[in-house]
């Protein structure tokens, strides 16, 4: 068991990249985590990892060693889940992160549900707009809802994700109502932003335009507020402070009561899409599977039921 031990702090510290990194990963002191390496470098008669006071980078046999590892522990992780298969209950804590009002108002609802047909799993759920490094901050699964693009994680898609402009009525009647994408780069509009984050460029697309393609147009918006908070730009559009761009699911009540409308309805902004991510595997442990096909179903009915097209 220690060798398996120090197998997993070693892939740790070769993905993280440093041994402090990996301590803060696996809650160990750098302290333990060198003496672990030491523990297996010893056992094997090699070195494994050059060190730096600037950096830490395998060895070539360091390298070779690495993927065997991987290959270990997979390995000892679809054991485990072959077991889960054949009847055992999931057990283990899962990690999850998950934007602030999706899991305010979605995934936090439906977590106690799962919890009481799976009393063996523990979740534990961080709530961000920002995008967590899934390796970092070990995270055994996200929920996106963004464009995609790092091939390294594995995507499980739940849905396409409608999203609208939408700007209170008496904004709207103090500064008028756009009536092409471009007019919006003369009004207030209301941006998510954090490192990293492409919400300040919007892209509409044009429909009712004929049989042709939709058309695209892109827009570098800018405006006099922004929060890395979704729900504090929903909160300064309903005061009447600007126009934002939101997942329709996120404003549909809003909406309906009247306090929000849709701006430019005829060019809605490109969907999204909202995914699980989750660390490249050939097999998810029992725990993970269990809680993403929980999830998947319940998280498109609620969608589907707030998307309703008399809003539209």
Known sequence: MALLENMQVF?????????????????????LVSHRIQQLEAHLGARL????????QATETGQIFYQHCLEVLEAVERAHSSIAAEGGAPSGSVR???????????????????????????????????LLDLLRESVDMAIRMATLKDSSFVVRKIADVRRVLVAAPRYLAARGRPQAPSDLLEHDCLLLRFPGTQQYRWTLTSRGQGKGE????????AGPMDADDGDVLTRWAVDGHGIA????????????????EIVLPDHPPEPVQLAIVYPHRTM?????????????????????ASHPDALL
């Open 96 to 130: 999850v992160t998950a934007p602030l009002g999706f899991g305010r108002r979605v995934l936090g609802p439906l977590v106690p549900e799962f919890r009481a047909a799976n009393p063996m799993v523990d979740v534990r759920l961080r709530l961000s707009d920002h």
């Open 284 to 304: 998810l442990p029992a725990k993970v599977q269990s809680l993403s096909d929980f999830l998947v179903p319940r998280v498109r009915g609620l969608l589907a």
């Open 214 to 221: 939709a058309k695209a147009t892109k827009l570098a918006i």
């Open 11 to 31: 892939v740790r510290v070769v993905d993280l990249g440093s041994l402090s990194a990996a301590g803060r990963n696996l809650r160990m002191s750098p302290a």
């Open 49 to 56: 990892l050059n060190r730096t006071t600037r950096q830490l």
């Open 245 to 260: 761009l939101k997942p329709l699911w996120e404003v549909a009540d809003e909406v309906k009561a009247g306090a929000l």
